[in-house]
Structure formats: structure tokens, C-alpha cells
């Protein structure tokens, strides 16, 4: 499993990227709605390592601010092969970018961190569906063809994929 330091959003553009969870799902296609636990919420991916010590926890906690910017989820970005993951960019606003740039460089003496999480390889996404059959792409952008999602950050969280464990970093605005 991993560990992972990742953006939030507000409810409102939360529940936005769960109705097109819903939409997925009640078609009958993959949708992150399959799953149920309470910590499954829509979020950008600011790092990624196998394991993040308790000393770069208590560097998060004391260094970063409460983020407060609003985020634009554009359009739709496909990762994988045969079965993909379907997923909404994240416009990369200088806030963003920021925050993103402040989390790597306060966390990346962490265990194997994840590659493509670094600074200039790190794409920003909101994951809608993993393993999505590529006979069902079309059907699911078809779905999607909304327009962006425009809302704002809220917190920080940690999760732990080990211990099944999320927590604030960052306290809500």
C-alpha cells in the first residue's frame, strides 16, 4: 500500500464530482462510487511515497497553510491501457502549483516516493473511474460532457493505505 498527502475540496464541488461518480455508475459503468468507505473522496494527489515518516507529518502540520483557492476541474484525461483510469484534470493554478511545490519539498525524503509525483512530472487529476474497459470510454465522456467544475480548495488530508487512515494536515477554513 502507500501513503499519500492530498487536496480536499469544498462540499460543494465535492458533491459536483460525485454526481458524476453517480452518473457512471447508475450507466453501469466503473465508478469510484463503488467504493464505500467514508475516507473514498474526490481529491488531488499532492505526493505519494511508500511510507511517510511521523517527523514529515509534524512538518506538514506546522508549515502548511489552510488552503483557500479556487481550483478549476477541466477536461477529461485517460491513464493506462486496455482498462484505464478515467479521470478531470485539475487547471494548475500558481496556487496550486504552490502548495504542490510546498508538500514535495517537506515530504520527499519520504520512503520510495512515487516518480511522476515530483515537480514537473506530476499531472493534477480528480479520479472518476479506475478500471474503466476501453469498449466504455466513449460511453463514459458521453456521460461527462458537463463542462468544468469550478470550486475551491478546503483542507490537507493524510491518508495512510496501510493502516486505512485519514487525517487533517491542515485545519478547515
Known sequence: MVQSVELLFDE???NAVRAEWKLLWDAGLPSRTRVRALSNRPHVTLFVARHIPPEIDELLGRQLPTPSFHVRLGGLVMFGG???TLSRLVVPSK??????????????????VTPHIR?????????????????????????LDGG????RASVVRR?????????????PP
Open 12 to 14: 460543494a464541488t465535492d
Open 82 to 84: 486496455r482498462h484505464v
Open 95 to 112: 496556487a496550486l502549483l504552490s502548495l504542490h511545490r510546498s508538500v514535495f519539498d517537506l515530504a520527499e525524503h519520504a520512503t520510495e
Open 119 to 143: 515537480p514537473g512530472e506530476w499531472t493534477p487529476h480528480v479520479t472518476l473511474a479506475r478500471r474503466l474497459p476501453a469498449d466504455q470510454i466513449a460511453d463514459a465522456v458521453r456521460l
Open 148 to 151: 468544468d467544475i469550478i470550486g
Open 159 to 171: 491518508w495512510d493505505g496501510d493502516a486505512k487512515r485519514e487525517w487533517t494536515v491542515t485545519a
